[in-house]
């Protein structure tokens, strides 16, 4: 089964800095997709950002970007110029064919944003 | 509005006393999923549906049943619930299997078991 690791379990920034959330997983499929979800204290899971196994390229949403290192396995977020309202338990998750169709999710890192 | 409807979103109950949290999406879509989120665990995948009639064990089936009759339902029945059932629960559905769909998450239901 596939595992996914984030070694942080709080994290926190000053608003408008920048700041990183790390997340590392282990599989030996080719085709895969990475997730960072968002969940805020309303509970609700809100998809924030994705990642193809196969796109080179890093995904960028606004001032949402990752880092992805496929060799590494290795999928950290940044977030830039933080905003209060980015204060929120993030989970990275992993889904491909294999994984039973399943999104596995780390056990998450609680972010804290201080004006 | 395109949305993933659970209901209860909150229930305390006892054990032993058979309930049923209910899930709907509008959004026509083929897979549904249940998770369970426990402090310092994350998500698990209780089962889950590909379609109307097929259903299949997630990570942490014990305890639970599902049910696919209809396209846009997907009940999860706890027919025997224990103290350790006690956690907040999330449907989820995504338009296709492939991993590339996005999951797209219900409320959340807290359950206490008394």
């Known amino acids: 089964a596939q595992t996914v690791t984030q070694s942080q379990p709080e994290m926190s920034v000053q608003e408008a800095e920048t700041v990183t959330l790390s997340c590392t997983y282990d599989t030996s499929e080719s085709d895969y997709y990475l997730f960072w979800y968002k969940q805020p204290p309303s509970r609700q899971m809100i998809l924030v950002i994705r990642?193809?196994?196969?796109?080179?390229q890093n995904a960028t949403e606004n001032r949402f970007s990752v880092n992805f290192q496929k060799a590494a396995k290795s999928f950290s977020l940044k977030i830039s110029d933080s905003q209060l309202g980015d204060a929120a338990m993030y989970f990275c998750?992993?889904?491909?064919?294999?994984?039973?169709?399943?999104?596995?999710f780390g056990k998450g890192t609680s972010l804290l944003v201080t004006p | 509005e395109a949305q993933v409807t659970q209901n209860p979103r909150y229930l305390i109950t006892v054990t032993g006393k058979k309930l049923t949290v209910t899930c709907s999406q509008n959004?026509?879509?083929?897979?549904m999923s249940w998770y369970r989120q426990d402090p310092g665990l994350g998500l698990r995948q209780i089962y889950y549906s590909m379609n109307v009639e097929v259903t299949d064990k997630g990570d942490v089936p014990e305890g639970y049943k599902v049910s696919r009759k209809e396209k846009r339902n997907f009940p999860l029945i706890l027919e025997s619930p224990s103290p350790n059932q006690t956690s907040l629960y999330f449907c989820?559905?995504?338009?296709?299997?492939?991993?590339?769909?996005?999951?797209?998450f219900g409320p959340g239901t807290r359950l206490t078991v008394l």
């Open positions: 959004m026509n879509h083929e897979y």
């Open positions: 989820a559905s995504s338009l296709g299997t492939g991993p590339y769909n996005e999951q797209f």
């Open positions: 998750a992993y889904r491909s064919v294999d994984s039973g169709y399943a999104l596995n």
């Open positions: 990642q193809e196994a196969y796109k080179q």
